[in-house]
């Protein structure tokens, strides 16, 4: 009896894949109704022990209206986070992405005055595909590793694995599907660090198109927005409060520590990647950072003396 179950099982599964394989057609990036949802993480970063991997805040990008650049009619996407430090409720309009007849999507950030090449649906095995988005170096190239179709919701899609062209050895650094793009990292094209050196930070948990959940990898409360579990209280047992206004900010952000007079602070912040953006010392316990030329996003800010870390959090810039 479980044997037939078994090949009845095997067989139905068979019929419908080929049901599916004969009614495939190319899935185009949604240009509205569509929501990501990323999930961002720690590794081992202070004041995190080095091996615990906790999750630090979601952020959900949006389909919402579009625009003209070039001729061409972009899709806007809008950001909002959700964060143990600071939140923001309303969206910011953060990118445009439009996709061509070729297959290959191209992205315009808001404050960006020409486009760059976000993905290429049409590639093959063996081809390398570059790109130069904001923040990366001059060209980062991956390689084209392998594509095989799978099953999102009911319709067939092609997914892509692509590889670091500077260190082909170390596995996929990157996964596409087309239709939802980069798996691995929001509305990034390639990967510029390999696999196997840095664990992947962040992933793609929910994609959503209209009302309907089509993808899900989810986190460890089974819903797509972040359990956030980061330990502010080891920061706060150093009795150092620090006071950020206004978050999310606009133009001049103030730092300022609360309580007794400390000598030596100094204030470090990052973007996303890890890459540090601005050092201020403080002065009578305070600094303040003009952020009216910073590109809209997410940083990380933190405080510390030359003994310790002292105090962290994410800043916005709208």
Not at 123 to 149: E, K, L
Not at 259 to 276: A, I, T, Y
Request: one cysteine or more; a negative charge; aromatic letters at 10%.
């Amino acid at each position: 009896m479980c044997f037939r179950k078994l090949f009845i099982g095997i067989v139905t599964n068979l019929l419908l894949t080929i049901n599916l394989l004969g009614q495939y057609q190319y899935v185009p990036m949604p240009t509205q109704n569509a929501t990501w949802s990323y999930t961002h993480y720690i590794f081992g970063a202070p004041p995190i022990p080095m091996g615990i991997i906790v999750c630090d805040y979601t952020a959900h990008y949006r389909t919402l209206g579009d625009t003209l650049i070039s001729g061409d009619l972009y899709t806007k996407i809008y950001v909002n986070y959700d964060s143990s430090i600071v939140s923001s409720s309303t969206s910011v309009y953060d990118f445009a992405i439009y996709e061509d007849p070729n297959k290959e999507v191209w992205t315009r950030r808001s404050n960006d005055t020409m486009s760059h090449l976000l993905y290429d649906f049409g590639a093959s095995v063996g081809d390398t595909i570059c790109s130069t988005i904001h923040f990366f170096p001059p060209s980062v190239c991956n390689i084209v590793t392998r594509i095989d179709t799978i099953n999102v919701g009911g319709t067939l899609r092609r997914r892509m694995e692509l590889t670091l062209s500077t260190d082909p050895f170390a596995g996929p650094s990157t996964v596409w599907i087309e239709g939802i793009g980069n798996v691995d990292a929001p509305f990034m094209g390639v990967d510029f660090i390999s696999s196997h050196i840095v664990p992947k930070d962040p992933e793609l948990v929910c994609f959503h198109e209209n009302n309907q959940k089509i993808y899900g990898n989810f986190t460890g409360n089974g819903t797509c927005h972040c359990q956030v579990i980061l330990p502010i209280e080891k920061i706060k047992q150093t009795n150092i409060e620090l006071t950020v206004a206004p978050n999310p900010a606009k133009d001049i952000v103030i730092f300022k520590v609360e309580g007794k007079m400390l000598l030596d602070l100094e204030l470090e912040v990052f973007d996303l990647v890890g890459r540090s953006q601005k050092r201020i010392r403080l002065e009578d316990n305070q600094a303040q950072l003009d952020s009216r030329n910073w590109p809209k996003g997410v940083y990380i800010y933190r405080l510390k003396n030359d003994k310790q870390l002292l105090n962290t959090g994410k800043l916005i810039i709208q």
